[in-house]
């Protein structure tokens, strides 16, 4: 069964710190690999999805790297903002999960004024 | 609409009670997922709709929980009998195409609480 560890569990910054999210699971053979936002009480928002045969997207500020051959991601988040704040979650995709995007228990970020 | 969309936001339900979740996923895609997620907890697979066919109920907990796409758009899920550990969150998303290769977009979730 694919299994997904998001380091750290939390995580508190000073406005305007960049920082690093760190993802890994242990099946390589994946699809594709999602990071998502989730606020307090809200749904999962996407930010960026990495193809497998993809190295990294960006999307403004956000960052995402992957290396399938080590089971690990990267999301990077330049210029924190108090705005960030949230639950960042990674979610994987693959040939031997049947149709489960299996989620890792997240990363609780506070990036503080 | 432009997303995906759940109602209720919240149930509160007496333990033994049946309840039924919906989910009106984005207009024309084909995939369509449940997910349970307990407090603290990422999000874990209960089952998966390609057009109105199941194609996947492994993730479901119990034979209490019953899901549907009768029409390949529209979502419920049913839990009969319910128990204070189906207190979670359900989620439900969509995506453009067949499988998992493509991006899922949640809704907000239902959160459930049996007393």
């Known amino acids: 069964k694919q299994e997904v560890t998001q380091i750290p569990a939390a995580l508190s910054v000073p406005e305007g710190e960049n920082l690093v999210l760190n993802c890994s699971f242990t099946?390589?053979?994946?699809?594709?690999l999602q990071w998502f936002r989730q606020d307090p009480g809200k749904g999962l928002t996407s930010l960026l999805l990495i193809q497998s045969s993809q190295r990294e997207q960006t999307s403004g500020r956000l960052n995402a790297s992957l290396d399938k051959s080590s089971g690990r991601s990267t999301l990077y988040i330049a210029a924190s903002q108090p705005g960030d704040s949230a639950t960042y979650l990674c979610a994987v995709s693959g040939s031997n999960s049947g149709y489960a995007l299996n989620f890792g228990k997240g990363t609780s970020l506070l990036v503080t004024p | 609409g432009a997303g995906v969309s759940q109602s209720p936001r919240y149930k509160v339900a007496k333990r033994g009670q049946d309840v039924a979740l919906r989910c009106d996923p984005i207009s024309g895609h084909v995939s369509l997922f449940w997910y349970q997620q307990a407090l603290g907890q990422g999000p874990e697979f209960l089952t998966y709709?390609?057009?109105?066919?199941?194609?996947?109920k492994s993730g479901l907990p119990s034979d209490r929980f019953f899901a549907e796409r009768p029409e390949g758009s529209v979502s419920t899920l049913k839990i009969q009998r319910t128990q204070q550990e189906d207190s979670a969150v359900y989620l439900c998303?969509?995506?453009?195409?067949?499988?998992?290769?493509?991006?899922?977009?949640f809704g907000p979730g239902t959160r459930l609480t049996v007393l």
């Open positions: 998303a969509s995506s453009s195409g067949g499988g998992t290769r493509d991006e899922q977009f």
């Open positions: 709709f390609q057009n109105e066919a199941q194609l996947d």
């Open positions: 099946d390589s053979a994946i699809y594709n």
